[in-house]
């Protein structure tokens, strides 16, 4: 049965200009992400995409990284999971692509969205934006968590939900069903990324142990 991460880290150089791409996914990994994202909005060439995938690769050692959109480039440096939007490379070419074992996640921005996606082969949904977002330019409508509850609710595959997700929210995002989430501004902005990322872990733990006790 196919892992999916419960905590993912979005890496990005525009919301921030401290840290690359392989540094945050360094950082990430020293405060317990159990998987990174590479998201590339710019119009980089190929061959810079591929250089820094390949570092990112390289950074994450066993933790998964996840290439966002680009099917190709995580066929190149190996990476075995990938992020689908609605307008990239439908899910039967990409598997084709990757391998049966691959990981492959669709995103969606509503319960009719998601009730979509989750028919289309993918392995996990990533739902949002549940707060908001800072990291994008025209976003979708805030969802919310009645909206994420129902989706979890009716959902057939794990739920991973992103948007404006801080530490302090994890308790209330995975008391909705959410399997995990997804992190960008909360680890990216922080004074300490690698700090910023335990205090998520330490979340989820504490909420997972919590759970284990009352039953």
């Not at 119009?43 to 250089?51: D, G, K, Q």
């Not at 190709?72 to 598997?95: E, F, K, P």
């Not at 739902?127 to 409508?141: C, L």
């Amino acid at each position: 049965m196919k892992q999916i991460p419960r905590f993912q880290v979005i890496t990005d150089e525009v919301l921030q200009t401290r840290y690359t791409h392989a540094q945050l996914a360094r950082l990430a990994v020293e405060g317990g992400a159990d998987a990174v994202q590479y998201r590339e909005k710019r119009p980089l060439t190929t061959r810079a995409i591929l250089a820094v995938a390949a570092e990112m690769r390289a950074a994450c050692g066993e933790t998964l990284l996840i290439v966002d959109d680009r099917v190709d480039v995580a066929c190149s440096v190996g990476a075995v999971a990938v992020h689908l939007g609605r307008d990239d490379l439908d899910v039967r070419t990409a598997r084709a692509m990757l391998g049966a074992d691959a990981i492959i996640g669709g995103t969606a921005n509503s319960y009719e969205e998601a009730r979509t996606v989750w028919q289309s082969g993918v392995d996990y949904l990533g739902v949002g934006p549940i707060y908001g977002t800072t990291s994008k330019a025209n976003p979708a409508p805030v969802m919310g968590l009645d909206v994420l509850a129902r989706i979890c609710a009716d959902s057939p595959l794990p739920i991973v939900a992103i948007g404006s997700i801080t530490a302090a929210r994890i308790p209330e995002v995975l008391a909705a069903g959410a399997h995990g989430v997804a992190v960008l501004s909360e680890v990216l902005l922080a004074d300490d990324p690698a700090a910023a990322a335990r205090r998520c872990r330490d979340a989820i733990d504490a909420h997972d142990a919590a759970r284990e006790a009352r039953q």
